[in-house]
């Protein structure tokens, strides 16, 4: 489908790359960038994730991201495993007692693209929403020193609290994805070990920017407030040159702010941020 207005498609290029995940298996990644960008460690990087309810994150057209793209960013998409990206299987070895594969292929993903030279090693980011956010908190516990700054949207950061109660609306159906650590102890083993609020550490973290709303009924406000507030009592990283901010809408629910106009005004001031914490200032 053509794209309406200025947009040459001729000033972006794209790419597939394959990353090797600890256990072997190969991860697609999807690169799309500034014609011109080598492979030279110098270009700042955002890796984009979710890797969960077998939803394929397909590569698609964005009018905001020329803008990042427009600055220099290389954009990814790692399509770990937990998403649909390549079958049945794929799905599978990304849930329940196998979801440590999801965060572990992340962050072999964004090595990946540092070891061979499409993001500079101190400019890489890192974005994901609802499960997706679960999945910043999990690699920003997983391993910090990868990443520069990480935007984690409406975060499932407190997602053992919540499977563990059953009269929350969506908890029940929840247990398909994650497994029920209500009736089973070796689910609730499993999930601690990787559930972000319980494994913060006393270690340097990136810059993280957590944002939320106040009308979210799949994932409450609360989970990222917890979230932040152990994050800022923890971390011994400088957060005057790495700051972990929370943002809390109003007015807002699991996507945000509605209307294109506000939505875009909320993308410009998260991405702000990111690119801010990657040195791009204009």
Request: glycine letters at 10%; proline letters at 5%; hydrophobic letters at 40%.
């Amino acid at each position: 489908m053509p794209v309406l207005g200025d947009f040459d498609s001729s000033h972006y290029e794209q790419r597939r790359e394959w990353a090797v995940a600890q256990d072997g298996t190969r991860i697609p990644i999807s690169l799309v960038y500034k014609k011109g960008i080598q492979p030279d460690a110098s270009a700042p990087g955002i890796v984009y994730g979710y890797g969960s309810y077998e939803h394929a994150m397909d590569p698609r057209f964005s009018i905001a991201r020329l803008s990042v793209l427009d600055r220099g960013v290389v954009w990814a998409i790692a399509h770990i495993r937990g998403g649909g990206e390549m079958g049945r299987a794929w799905y599978e070895n990304g849930k329940e007692l196998h979801k440590k594969n999801t965060f572990s292929d992340f962050v072999a993903c964004a090595k990946h693209l540092v070891e061979h030279g499409w993001i500079d090693p101190q400019r890489v980011g890192a974005m994901g929403g609802s499960a997706g956010g679960l999945l910043m908190g999990a690699v920003a516990n997983l391993a910090p020193e990868v990443f520069r700054v990480i935007h984690a949207d409406v975060p499932f950061v407190d997602a053992l609290t919540t499977i563990l109660n059953p009269d929350l609306p969506l908890t029940v159906m929840e247990w398909e994805e994650w497994g029920n650590p209500v009736d089973n102890a070796e689910v609730y083993q499993y999930m601690k070990e990787y559930t972000p609020y319980e494994n913060v550490r006393a270690v340097e973290y990136p810059a993280i920017l957590a944002t939320t709303s106040l009308n979210d009924t799949r994932v409450f406000y609360t989970e990222p407030t917890k979230w932040v507030a152990r994050l800022r009592e923890t971390v011994t990283s400088d957060q005057q040159s790495r700051p972990i901010v929370l943002r809390t809408e109003m007015v807002a629910g699991h996507g945000g702010k509605s209307g294109r106009y506000d939505a875009w005004h909320q993308y410009a001031w998260e991405m702000a941020f990111v690119l801010g914490q990657l040195g791009i200032t204009s």
